[in-house]
């Protein structure tokens, strides 16, 4: 038997034959393509937000620059927020196989002596930090948001935006210096060229257990894995069954009051069933003209409209259309003397505590007409946990925006 090197920082150490550049180089595009949609999707979802609008919708009030590129989310089509976020998410889970494995290819490079050579090369080397750091950020932040319902300290949004900027930072630093080697490994591998200078390759390779191939075969079958435990959580119907790794996939999604699933229940939200009873609760509705309180039986005699729309929540669920019924909110604008052009909307919730205990809507939300005050969903009064006596229900927006248990509108511009 010979010796074999005890410490990392010897090249000899690392002894998988499966390491190289075609290896490395093959998940590496796979990442750049991916890790690209995961950034313009993210970007995506936190416009939707309406974060310019008002700061309940915004807990990353410091974003300066960084929210250069915000713009008033439209209404239409009424699946947007749901296909955005359905890819960032399944496409974030999917991609977590491949990150690892590309990570565990370069591994021997993380210990490379002397740690730099140049200057250049030390901030080659900090710029890998970013990315490796910024990277494995990123992605455990998100599984475990969707996951775990968050064990982080600090609120998930800022930190999975802020980290998302520097990431990406670092991200495209690095793809603008290896893609050309990348693709070059690429088409060698081809024309079945080897690399003589391939400084990712074993100086003493071990023997092979499995081909490079057939790695990637490993690697991408485990992507898949994911991919079909985890897509049908946004897709409606039977689909929802298959997504056994999400965690509102997986069970009866017809299950339930009113026949889709809860996000947060009432008692959760603490939500006291004698506020929400037809005696006490009244919804009071602000504007130009000034206050009105209504009782829901006052609600039920106003023209009542019908929309099908479906909730699409931030960690990547959503529910198939449900038939909701309700007020218009453009028409309880109207009725507080916002005629023809409604404006913001400011909407609070029962709940006393809680993020997402009230949220602003911006005017275009507002004068859509299948926007409601919901007082039905699919044939049935709402259900103490889908948001009874009223919630908000507003087309391609992110499930937070509809707030449950709503007690007060206040309309103008925020
Ligand atoms: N008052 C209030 N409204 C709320 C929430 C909440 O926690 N409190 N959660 C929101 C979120 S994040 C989502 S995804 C939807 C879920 O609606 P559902 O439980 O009826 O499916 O409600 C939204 N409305
Ligand atoms: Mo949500």
Not at 61 to 77: E, H, N, R, S
Not at 280 to 292: C, D, F, M, P, S
Not at 384 to 412: E, M, Q, S
Request: net charge positive; with cysteine.
């Amino acid at each position: 038997m010979r010796d074999h090197p005890r410490l990392p920082t010897s090249p000899g150490f690392w002894r998988s034959p499966l390491r190289g550049t075609w290896f490395t180089s093959v998940l590496g595009l796979v990442l750049l393509a991916g890790i690209t949609v995961l950034f313009v999707t993210g970007l995506v979802s936190y416009a939707a937000y309406n974060p310019g609008l008002s700061r309940v919708n915004d807990t990353t009030p410091d974003k300066g620059i960084l929210g250069f590129y915000l713009f008033p989310w439209p209404t239409g089509p009424v699946w947007l927020y749901r296909f955005t976020q359905g890819v960032h998410v399944t496409l974030g889970i999917t991609l977590v196989p491949v990150l690892l494995a590309k990570l565990w290819s370069v591994v021997p490079k993380l210990f490379t002596l002397p740690p730099a050579r140049s200057l250049a090369h030390a901030l080659e080397r900090i710029s890998l930090l970013l990315l490796v750091g910024g990277g494995l950020f990123e992605f455990t932040t998100g599984v475990l948001n969707v996951q775990l319902d968050y064990v982080f300290p600090g609120s998930f949004y800022p930190l999975h935006f802020y980290g998302a900027w520097v990431f990406f930072a670092a991200f495209v630093v690095h793809a603008v210096l290896k893609t050309p080697k990348a693709m070059r490994a690429v088409r060698r591998r081809l024309r079945e060229a080897e690399d003589e200078d391939d400084d990712l390759l074993s100086p003493d390779p071990a023997p092979a257990t499995v081909s490079r191939r057939g790695a990637l075969w490993l690697v991408g079958g485990g992507s898949l894995l994911l991919f079909l435990t985890t897509v049908g959580q946004s897709l409606g119907g039977p689909f929802r069954r298959t997504a056994l790794l999400a965690p509102h996939g997986g069970t009866d999604p017809n299950g339930g009051p009113n026949g889709f699933q809860i996000n947060k229940t009432a008692a959760y939200a603490g939500i006291d069933a004698a506020e929400t009873g037809e005696e006490a609760w009244r919804l009071v509705v602000t504007g130009r003209t000034g206050t009105v309180r209504l009782s829901r039986a006052q609600l039920l005699q106003m023209p009542l409209h019908s929309s099908s729309l479906p909730i699409a929540c931030v960690e990547g669920w959503s529910t198939a259309d449900q038939w909701w019924r309700g007020v218009r909110l453009r028409d309880l604008a109207a009725l507080v003397g916002h005629d023809g052009d409604p404006p913001d909307v400011f909407v609070e919730s029962v709940q006393r505590h809680g993020a997402f205990r009230r949220a602003a809507l911006r005017s275009n939300q507002v004068a859509d007409p299948r926007s409601l005050l919901a007082l039905t969903v699919n044939g049935e009064d709402l259900s103490p946990d889908h948001g009874y006596p009223a919630r908000i229900i507003v087309p391609a927006a992110p499930g937070v925006l509809n707030t449950k248990w709503v007690a007060r509108l206040t309309f103008g511009d925020l």
